[in-house]
């Protein structure tokens, strides 16, 4: 009885110093937050090849100073983009006939002062991991969140999924991901606006056809 009853005790214990160290993440950040600046998808352009749908764009976004503050803390982040084609059906919903994601991780090497940026296919979940199919390190913030920031040339459909005939709606979508960061973490930044970082477009698919290849590429 004895036992069972110590047991108790330390798991209350460890819930209220869970609980106490939410409340003091959010009320260390509470005093340095502001409106984060908006978040912008442009420049954006999809080419149709032989292979494929690629899109490139440009995403616009400042790192409020509580996220770069996480970040020289040790704490990586990540940022989700989603694409989405819909074909037009008048007679129904829309049709998703495509579907694209990547993750991008960032994060900051105390032990080397660089920061290094992961590029994976794919959303991350706790069975997949970090897959890595890109990764590099950069000397300073501003160039790893350039590599962030620019999506280039990413192929979000095979050719056979988009037919030049029909017409086609795209949905893309830019976020920071707080699902992947540390659970005490989550709690204390929920609801604050210096986190939220994202962005949606939704456009008319317009595709422009890829320049062909020069003797010399062939």
């Known amino acids: 009885m004895a036992f069972i009853t110590q047991s108790l005790k330390n798991a209350a214990l460890e819930a209220i110093a869970y609980c ?16 984060a600046a908006p978040t912008e998808i442009t420049q954006l352009l999809t080419e149709r090849t032989e292979e494929g749908v690629y899109l490139s764009a ?25 694409a989405d084609i819909y074909r037009d059906r008048w007679y129904w919903t829309d049709l998703r006939v495509a579907s694209a994601a990547r993750t991008l991780r960032l994060a900051y090497q105390p032990l ?28 300073t913030l501003p160039e ?56 949606q477009l939704k456009d008319r698919l317009r595709l422009t056809s890829a320049p062909p290849a020069s003797e010399g590429n062939k």
């Open 58 to 82: 440009v995403v616009r976004f400042d790192v409020p100073p509580v996220v770069e503050d996480a970040l020289l803390k040790g704490i990586a982040i990540y940022f989700v983009v989603e």
């Open 144 to 199: 790893a969140l350039s590599a962030i920031q620019r999506v280039s040339h990413w192929k979000i459909a095979d050719a056979s999924e988009v037919d030049p005939g029909e017409q086609y709606m795209l949905n893309l979508n830019f976020s920071l991901d707080l699902s992947q960061l540390p659970r005490p973490f989550q709690i204390g930044v929920a609801g604050q606006r210096d986190w939220t970082i994202a962005a």
């Open 112 to 139: 080397t002062g660089r920061w290094r940026v992961n590029i994976v296919n794919g959303l991350i979940t706790s069975s997949s991991g970090l897959r890595a199919t890109f990764s590099q390190n950069y000397e």
């Open 20 to 35: 106490l160290l939410a409340v003091c993440l959010c009320l260390l950040w509470a005093p340095a937050s502001h409106a």
